[in-house]
């Protein structure tokens, strides 16, 4: 193996019938040592028959979802460093010595195989459109959870044993990169970036990515992974609307208190006092979910460090 280490090729496909064996092949070329796994979403043409062709181990999964399939291949194959690629052969495979090579000289956990296109493919092999969302999105998860990813959305990936097997994998479809990424900023990993040649998917080969729905489902996972993971963050700002609210409907009653020593808008009064109620009670679930969060979170750390990490050189 590889520098001494067992190296699997995960690779999650459906319908990839006229790209799976360039992908198989191609890798095998690179690394022939290789061990490659086809992790088949129950496709409707001739990939797992084709994979089989190839002599490459096939897996089927029958729950519908990348997060699925992602969740099946770190559960079922045992490795030293898992290649995550998908199989529209639109990934370079001459980059894949690279990052392994990143991981294993840095004492990274994972290494993201960034895309970038050559001008005559930008438009067939990386839309503008997701370019853009990508930059959106990424630049989300920075904002909040940190780091410095530039392409969070990457389907080319080198993992370590220790950093799969403390992966929970929870999504169920494209947004399992978001949370791959989230995963590693969390436990505050080492991870690094390569710059990958991105190009255009064969003939026959049919993106399964929609741009507004899946774009739509990853910003929601965003949310819910700030909620999960940030919960005192996330609770204290709806805190502090519900207290401003208080506030503001509280000061004209108190100074009609003061001038006349009533309160004439007893209603108000009540309204003002619920929203302060509101308020403080998600000050205090924001600080019970932190605990819950941080104790999910050395979980997962020891899960973490129970795993010896790849051998060096």
Known sequence: MYRNNRIALVVPCFNEAAAISDVIVNFKRVLPSIEIFVFDNGSTDDTALIAKQNGVNVITVHLRGKGNVVRRMFADVEADLYVMVDGDSTYDADSLLGMIDAVLDNKLDMVVGCRETSEDLKNAAYRKGHQWGNRLLTGSVAKIFG????????????????????????????????????????????YGEIMTPYGARPEGSISKLSTYRDGFRIL????????????FQFFSLISVFFIAISIGLSIPIFNDYIKMGLVPRFPTAILSASVMVCGLLSFVCGLILDNVARGRIEFKRLAYLSIPGPVGD
Do not use: N
Request: no cysteine; proline share 5%.
């Open 220 to 231: 929601s996972a965003i949310l819910k992974l700030y909620i999960s993971e940030r919960p």
């Open 147 to 190: 780091g410095s990813f530039t392409d969070m959305l990457s389907g080319y990936r080198v993992f370590t044993k220790r950093y799969v097997k403390s992966f929970p994998a929870l999504s169920k479809g494209f947004e399992i990169e978001t949370e791959l990424t989230v995963h590693a900023l969390e436990l505050r990993m080492p």
